[in-house]
Every structure is written in C-alpha cells, then in structure tokens.
C-alpha cells in the first residue's frame, strides 16, 4: 500500500515569485512522494518555470471569491455562499462535531481580532475555504497530512481544515507571514504552532524567532537550497571566467521594495563613483513599491549611465547576467513593519554562479553569506561601509575570484536543493523514519 499523500495547501500556482515551492514540490517527487496540491486562488499568471511543467500533480483549485476587504459581510456571502454550499452541507451532516469545533474557533479568532466592535470577518472567509478543503481531501481519500506555505491565510485555512477532517497539518513559515503581527493578529500565529504536528522554517534566526512565540514548539529548520531549474543550468554550463581589471560590475536581483535596500545600494555605488572608481550596477526584477522613487533617486545622483535596471528575468537569463558580473550586492534590511528577507533566494543563486556577495547582517543572511569567507558583510542602512566592502573586492581581484569559488562550493555543500527536499520527506514521513 502506497504511502499517505501530502496535500499541500497553497495561496496561488503557479507563481514566478514562489520557484523555490515548484522545485520542493517536484523534488518530492523524485523521492516518491505524492503531493497534492490545493490552491486558494485561480491561476492568474500567463508564465511560470520549467519546472512547473515536469510536476506531475495536477492542482485542485478552491472556489473563487470576491474580495471581502471593506465590504460588508452579508452581501458578500449571498455572492459567494452558493459555490461553498454543497460542501458545507456535506461537512455539516458527516462530520457535525468537527464542524461546530472549527466554526468555534474561526469565531473566536474573529472576535479576538477585532477592529473595534466588529469581528475580522476574513476568517469566515477562510472558515468557508477550509470546510471546501478538508471535503475535497476527505473526498479523494489517501491524503495523510495538510501541509501550507506562508504562516499566515493558507496556514489559517489548513489549521481550521485539520479540524474538520482529523488529520494533522503543519506548515512553513518564510518571512513577512512569520514577522508582521498584522498577518496574525491576537496570537494567531502560537495558536496554529502549537496545534500543528511541526513548523518548517527556512532559517536559524527564523526559527529562534518562531520559538520566541510558542516556546516549546517543533520547528524544523530546512534551507529552501538552490532551485531546481538553475540548478540544472548551472550543471549543464561550464563556470564563468571572471575579469582580472576593468569596471567592478555589481549585480543587484529582486523585486523593488523597500526591504531590499536598492538605495541603500545605489547610494554605495554613488560614493564609489565620486571616489573616481569605474563600476557599473546592474539592478533585475519586478517593479514595486520602491521602483519610482529608486528611478528619482538614480537620476538626481546622475548615475543614468551607471545604473541599469532591468525587469524580471528567467533563470537562464539570470544564469548569463551573474556569468557576465563580479560582484553580487544586496543592502537588505528590516523596515518597519517588522518585514525582512530570510535568505534571499537569489543570493542562493549567485553564490552558485561563483559570485562573492556583499550583503548586510539582516536575519539570516550570515548563515549563507560569511563575512570574508564567501563574501563581505556590513551593517544595514550603511551606504558608506557598504561602499568601501565594494572598493576591497575592486581592487584586490585575487580575494574576489576566492571568495567567489568558496561562495560556490557552500551552495554545493550546504544548500543542494535534493538534499534539502529529502529533509521534507522525513519531517512528512514521521519519527524514526
């Protein structure tokens, strides 16, 4: 008899911005795992990865739902009810007492998390995709285990479907999910720790963090590792040859928001360049909320032809970006609203194209990154430490072409992606396995 099934339960799929959830899945794959997938929301991306096409989990996708947010809750529900009732009534009827259990608590947590007299009427919402959930699971059959991603909604979802349906559910938490209290107002976030059978987590501070609001819980550290797609591109092409003289050319990826210190960065390259140094900034990814005012930012320094930005590329554009730079920089911090990155995963990347990062000491960056091992770390928010990280490598090209070949042997070593998935297959697998 096969194995229980994992039923992963994910907010959209496939995403552009979530690789490192395709490659997991498809890797459990490879070990012989089944996972299946539930989304909350329809598939609303025209691209994915290559990846996304060699998964053979074909994903269920819940009802969709007009947006809750500022509108009241009873019209709302005459819109949307009808898609969720024969579930509903299913679930009322087979399973009453988990029913009133789990109605409870979605109840509860919106009256705990009130705006002033009114409940947060968000958890009827996912009281409603969970009772959809765990009649879809139960349906299917040879499901063992819910499994989310991001600690916050999907995580929601599986917990209150975990009482409908009797099995045990866990979840990995990533970054904002796990640091915003916005996310999971009034405790929410212990109380779904303390109910699931484990927490999975992508980093050691992470995970300190996690067990500073429910201590006692497990939680599992597994790095997200190298993702499968440049993974494959970085074992099919042979290493870069990096340049001995010439411009230091620094290379910036991720989407334009602030957490990713882009001027904190540019203001670095801006010291370098009034100090006479030749360097070139190449900054990849999708627009955001800093997108603007870094543009404002680039041409008030005039550094119009210094700085590049670039929209969102593919791996194998990535690949040839990091082959054609020296440096891999990101001036990553905490703003405040308590986001961060954990280890972004495009560091992850570089580091395997044999790029040296220079980051800052934010989070979980140091666990990747290794001040003068396989890269420089400075302070966050300091553009002049962060500069004089970037002069060091331009002009002692020998500890940079170092750092770079140790940069890679840490990702082969330390963040093999295969490795990491078979870490997963045993947290589902269960003790002693």
């Keep these: 008899m096969p194995e229980p099934a994992v039923a992963y339960v994910l907010k959209g799929y496939p995403r552009m911005s979530e690789l490192f959830i395709a490659s997991e899945i498809w890797r459990l794959e490879q070990l012989g795992l089944r996972p299946r997938l539930y989304v909350v929301k329809p598939a609303d991306e025209p691209a994915h990865h290559q990846v996304v096409d060699r998964i053979a989990a074909i994903p269920s996708y819940l009802p969709p739902t007009t947006p809750l947010s500022g509108q009241p809750l009873l019209p709302w529900l005459r819109c949307n009810l009808g898609a969720y009732r024969p579930a509903l009534t299913r679930m009322a009827r087979r399973h009453p007492l988990r029913f009133a259990r789990a109605f409870a608590a979605a109840a509860a947590q919106s009256i705990r998390a009130r705006k002033g007299r009114r409940p947060r009427t968000v958890y009827v919402k996912e009281f409603l995709q969970a009772v ?66 484990f927490v999975v987590t992508c980093t050691a501070a992470n995970r300190e963090h996690l067990l500073r609001i429910a201590p006692g819980a497990d939680v599992a550290l597994v790095y997200h590792g190298l993702n499968a797609d440049f993974a494959r591109l970085v074992s099919e092409t042979n290493p870069a040859v990096r340049s001995v003289a010439g411009p230091l050319r620094v290379t910036a990826v991720g989407r334009l928001v602030p957490k990713k210190g882009f001027d904190v960065l540019v203001e670095a390259i801006a010291l370098l360049c009034d100090g006479g140094l030749d360097v070139t900034l190449t900054i990849a990814g999708e627009d955001g909320p800093a997108g603007t005012p870094l543009r404002e930012q680039i041409a008030d320094a005039g550094l119009g032809e210094v700085v590049q930005i670039k929209g969102p590329l593919s791996q194998g554009e990535l690949l040839e970006l990091y082959r054609g730079s020296d440096v891999f920089a990101l001036a990553c911090r905490v703003v405040d609203d308590g986001d961060r990155d954990g280890i972004p995963n495009v560091m992850v990347e570089a580091m395997a194209a044999g790029l040296p990062v220079v980051s800052t000491t934010v989070s979980g960056i140091p666990e990747l990154v290794r001040d003068g091992s396989n890269g420089l770390l400075v302070p966050a928010e300091d553009p002049c430490l962060l500069a004089g990280a970037l002069l060091r490598l331009a002009t002692d090209r020998e500890l940079l072409h170092q750092l770079g070949r140790a940069a890679a042997v840490t990702v082969a ?12 297959g045993t947290l589902f697998a269960g003790p002693g396995s």
């Excluded at 995580?155 to 938490?173: D, E, Q, R, Y």
């Excluded at 107002?185 to 699931?196: D, H, I, N, V």
């Excluded at 963040?415 to 990491?420: K, Q, S």
Aim: aromatic share 8%; no cysteine; charged share 25%.
């Design 132 to 197: 959809e959930l765990a009649d879809r699971v139960l349906t299917a059959g040879g499901i063992g285990r819910l499994h989310a991603h991001f600690a916050h909604g999907t995580t929601t979802i599986a917990w209150l479907a975990s009482m409908l349906s009797a099995l045990p559910f866990s979840f990995t938490g990533h970054a904002k999910d796990i640091y915003r209290d916005s996310l999971n107002p009034a405790g929410l976030l212990a109380r779904k720790m303390r109910a699931a059978d």
């Design 413 to 424: 070593e330390e963040f093999d992606g295969d490795l990491l998935a078979k870490r997963m």
